[in-house]
């Protein structure tokens, strides 16, 4: 499909949507001006409505697919929260404004930052943080300060298991930290022996997901959360995957010390091909006197933003404004629709429909990861044998399920499992869909044995076949050609 | 069951096909004595129709307001085929393009906003986006220590937005990394080569140039950047990119241009809700481009040697650097950039040339209406892009309070941030606001501050009860 550049013409305005009126910038040095104007396509407004759009249908989305992405949570989007989120009232009210011109809005965030600290059973939420990684970031500063407080400065390593998301080592990094790894023992729980070779007085915290990206719940956490807690180290719960056990397990429960909720993929906000997310961060007593700034306080019926002024401990702001409001309005209508018995639902039909998926495939003759262990929210097949027999790697069959209409599940993480998928089904999906998932990926099976060209050459029906992400890489074209720009 | 579309029967055929009598018995593997105790606190459910009317309510509630406020996010007009495309199910539902073939959308239109954003600030790579301006500050600065190895401060322009100082410090501190403030000239405002002249370069890897500053004024960014370039320093910009259609970009300033730049992606058709979702935007030179924070598309071709997109350097990133990554982020913020790359090609060189005239020549306008009044005075003397700071002879919280009662927000209260300029106001007039609505302002200015009161009913009075 043509670049929007390639439809430009010189000369062509909108006059429309530019604003009408006197202009006068005679006061404005010219040192100080563009000389030339900027390489802005020049198009219509029908001719930008058709590129858009045809551009959106290119993507498979959750409104169109089954996309069940490991330890994304793909779960649909109710269209009411993006509906009532964007009442002009909302969308026109500046971050800077008095807070009796946002009373309405610091109502729901107020109630929304109660409803996470009940659910994560902890003892006070912030919601500023904008996203997982950021929630992360809040919450290992958390722990420095708290440890920095304390005077205890010997504290310089955080312990991450093998199987964790990417974020948590890098977060660590840039909190200062050394990072070590804890392997993963042969049943998918964390290998306590070597946890407990590691753990010393230079142990600042542990990161952890439970349920792990393995798709299992690890039924250590009450020896862990002592181990770290009797060495004086704290523990940080990812809560990538909270879908799991939403309103049946409080990770505050399990002994958690600080968390982050990734309000995009529990809350069912839209992941927006790659965001806004929100990831808000609640913490228990010891921890929460040093939350991010602002939090939303309630007194005399009146709302406000509590800074370092009411919470002198605190590691500060995090955004310049009061992070992803709008993701946070999407979240709290979500949690309005679904009420206390619908927050213990998702985590029975994630779990079911994760469970059903991960029988039917194992008799379907697919190799599971952890046969011996009860799916979460989500769970691993492994293709390591079709790849033995037929050549078919795990990406192959990622891209063959594009022709049969599926998104792929997660390929290649963990990274400690060879030929994985993780997969996802969310409890938004019916068991049709299911089923019909379950036989496609059973026909490429089949396929790879009758006719491996066949599938090691997939897609077919997307809109391009395999790319070529070598010369991506080597030759980087990250820009349509800047001739133009400059004299 | 609301989302969940379960029947009974299917639900029974899955227990059976599990072998489990139940769905509690799926959490057998948990260990009972952390099951949750309840969910007190958590209301019961509420169906679309009661949600709807209590969202109406809240919203009723903020009300809505004629803004005079910038301070780094400003009220433009959004055209209304921005959103209606944004919110479009298959950008608004779609997951980060990982599987590039069925995500070609969402990657052309990634690769589209690359191109524009070179374009605007005449630099050679953009990221996908961060997270907002502030935190892309914290983001270049690492990328500054990452490029000059054996620097651990960057000099910071004391007329830099409050916020982003403050966000920029909370997180590189943790990595021993220091902000030193440049003093500014107190008459214009501005940043000198003189006060620069005061800093000490120890250990200094990169000057931070805002343009621009928080005041609204405008620096004399050429011989900025040639002095930081003279002393082997990285120059790192911070622009509004509404202005670029209108003001020198960054990469031509100075002899060489600037080395990265960011800025706060809001203006370019985000709504100003309450302060986000918003996105940052960071840009840089090609041969720093390994050391960008974010996700980067590229241009590439299929098997068949057609046009495609995808997700590229990646080597730079968590998922495959983990801890050696040049940063944690992994979700940025895709819809607005979505929602940005709309704006720019609705509007196109012409339109957002215009956007950002109209800006300016309104601002200009507001401050003679206002420096008209007794008891307002401008405060400083440099040339502004959409914004300015006046000084009041009486305190501005009370004057921001009157002018709520009469639907007006009023500007930025300065003087918290720095006290030393007394009663200061931080006013702004995009391209909305209306010469009624500038003497409108005016005109409750005025009255406020000689304290004549309407009647009935009394504004300041109304608010006090």
């Not at chain 2, 040339?383 to 700071?389: D, G, Y």
Request: proline content about 6%; glycine content about 8%; some cysteine.
């Amino acid at each position: 499909m043509k670049l929007i550049f390639e439809s430009s013409e010189k000369g062509r305005v909108n006059s429309s949507q530019s604003p009408v009126g006197h202009v006068d910038v005679s006061d404005i040095p010219a040192s100080l001006l563009r000389a030339k104007s900027p390489a802005l396509p020049e198009v219509s407004e029908m001719q930008a409505v058709r590129h858009f759009t045809k551009l959106s249908q290119r993507n498979f989305s959750i409104d169109t697919h089954f996309y069940p992405l490991g330890s994304c949570t793909m779960k649909y989007n109710p269209r009411a929260c993006n509906t009532l989120a964007m009442l002009p009232e909302f969308l026109g009210r500046h971050p800077y404004g008095p807070e009796t011109t946002g009373q309405g809005f610091l109502a729901c965030m107020h109630e929304l930052q109660e409803m996470l600290t009940t659910l994560t059973g902890m003892t006070a939420t912030s919601l500023t943080p904008m996203a997982g990684a950021q929630g992360e970031l809040a919450g290992i500063a958390m722990i420095r300060a708290y440890h920095d407080n304390k005077g205890d400065e010997a504290r310089c390593e955080i312990l991450v298991p093998d199987a964790a998301h990417g974020t948590n080592p890098a977060t660590a990094v840039m909190c200062g930290y050394k990072v070590r790894e804890i392997p993963t023992g042969q049943n998918g729980d964390i290998d306590i022996d070597a946890l407990k070779a590691a753990v010393g007085p230079q142990t600042a915290g542990l990161m952890l997901t439970n349920p792990s990206t393995l798709g299992v719940f690890d039924r250590g956490i009450e020896e862990i959360q002592q181990l770290i807690h009797k060495a004086g180290g704290l523990l940080y719960y990812d809560g990538a995957n909270l879908n799991a056990i939403l309103g049946k397990v409080k990770p505050g429960d399990m002994g958690f010390d600080v968390m982050h909720i990734n309000l995009h993929k529990t809350f069912s906000t839209p992941h927006g091909g790659g965001g806004p997310g929100a990831g808000p961060v609640a913490a228990n007593e010891k921890l929460a006197p040093f939350l991010p700034v602002p939090m939303v306080m309630e007194q005399n019926g009146k709302y406000f933003w509590a800074t370092e002024k009411t919470i002198p401990k605190s590691i500060g702001r995090l955004s310049a404004n009061m992070g992803n409001a709008g993701v946070l309005l999407r979240a709290y209508i979500y949690a309005r629709l679904l009420g206390k018995e619908g927050m213990k639902r998702v985590a029975e039909f994630s779990v079911l429909n994760a469970n059903y998926m991960m029988h039917r495939l194992k008799d379907a003759g697919f190799e599971l990861a952890y046969p011996e262990r009860r799916a979460t929210h989500e769970f691993i097949i492994t293709l390591k044998k079709l790849k033995e027999e037929t050549g078919v790697i795990a990406m192959d069959v990622a891209k063959r399920l594009l022709d049969k209409g599926f998104h792929a599940p997660t390929t290649y993480f963990p990274l400690l499992v060879p030929e994985c998928f993780l997969i996802e089904p969310t409890e938004t999906e019916d068991k049709t869909t299911l089923d019909n998932f379950i036989e496609a990926l059973s026909d490429i099976a089949r396929e790879a044995s009758e006719n491996v060209d066949k599938v090691t050459g997939a897609p077919y029906t997307t809109p391009v076949r395999r790319l070529d992400d070598v010369k991506a890489a080597r030759e980087p074209d990250l820009a349509w050609s800047k001739q133009g720009a400059r004299d | 069951m609301p989302f969940i579309p379960h029947t009974k029967t299917e639900i029974e055929q899955m227990l059976e096909t599990i072998g489990v009598s139940s769905i509690d018995d799926l959490f057998d593997e948990i260990p009972t004595a952390l099951k949750s105790s309840g969910l007190d606190g958590v209301p019961d459910t509420l169906c679309e129709m009661e949600v709807s009317a209590l969202m109406h309510r809240r919203a009723k509630e903020d009300g809505q307001y004629v803004n005079f406020i910038g301070a780094g996010v400003y009220d433009h007009h959004i055209p209304a085929a921005v959103w209606e495309l944004t919110t479009r199910g298959e950008f608004y539902s779609a997951y980060t393009p990982y599987q590039a073939e069925a995500s070609q959308g969402t990657l052309q239109l990634i690769y589209e906003y690359q191109s524009m954003m070179t374009a605007l600030t005449d630099m050679d790579v953009t990221n996908a986006s961060l997270y907002d301006g502030a935190s892309a500050l914290a983001e270049a600065v690492l990328m500054s220590v990452r490029i000059k190895k054996k620097t651990n401060r960057v000099l910071i322009p004391g007329n830099l937005h409050p916020f982003y100082k403050e966000v920029a410090h909370n997180i590189v501190k943790n990595q021993n990394i220091f902000l030193d403030d440049v003093s500014f000239e107190k008459t214009s405002g501005h940043i000198t080569i003189q006060s620069l002249e005061q800093a000490n370069l120890e250990g200094v890897g990169a000057l931070v140039i805002s343009q621009p500053n928080f005041f609204g004024g405008l620096e004399d960014v050429d011989e900025l950047t040639n002095w930081a370039h003279a002393r082997d320093l990285l120059v790192i910009a911070i622009v509004n990119p509404v202005s670029l259609a209108l003001l020198k970009p960054p990469g031509q300033w100075g002899e060489t241009g600037a080395d990265i730049v960011l800025g706060e992606g809001q203006p370019l058709g985000i709504p100003l809700s309450s302060g986000g979702p918003y996105f940052g935007f960071m840009c840089c030179r090609e041969k720093f481009m390994r050391q960008m924070p974010g996700r980067i598309i590229g241009r590439t071709v299929d098997l068949e040697g057609k046009q495609g997109f995808t997700l590229t350097l990646q080597a730079r990133e968590q998922h495959i650097r983990r801890s050696r990554a040049t940063s944690n982020i992994c979700t940025n913020q895709g819809l607005m950039v979505t929602a940005a790359t709309i704006y720019m090609s609705l509007l196109g060189p012409a339109g957002l040339m215009k956007v950002a005239q109209r800006s300016h020549t309104n601002t200009v306008k507001l401050v003679q209406t206002l420096t008209s009044i007794d008891g307002v005075e401008r405060v400083f003397d440099r040339p502004v892009f959409h914004e300015s700071v006046v000084r009041l002879n009486v305190p501005v919280p009370d004057v921001l309070r009157a002018l709520q009662a009469q639907g007006i927000v009023g500007g930025y209260d300065v003087s918290s941030h720095f006290p030393d300029l007394g009663n200061v106001l931080l006013v702004c007039a995009t391209e909305k606001r209306t010469d009624e609505e500038i003497e409108n302002y005016a005109f409750h200015l005025e009255r406020i501050i000689s304290k004549r009161r309407l009647d009935p009913p009394c504004a300041v009075k109304a608010n006090q009860t």
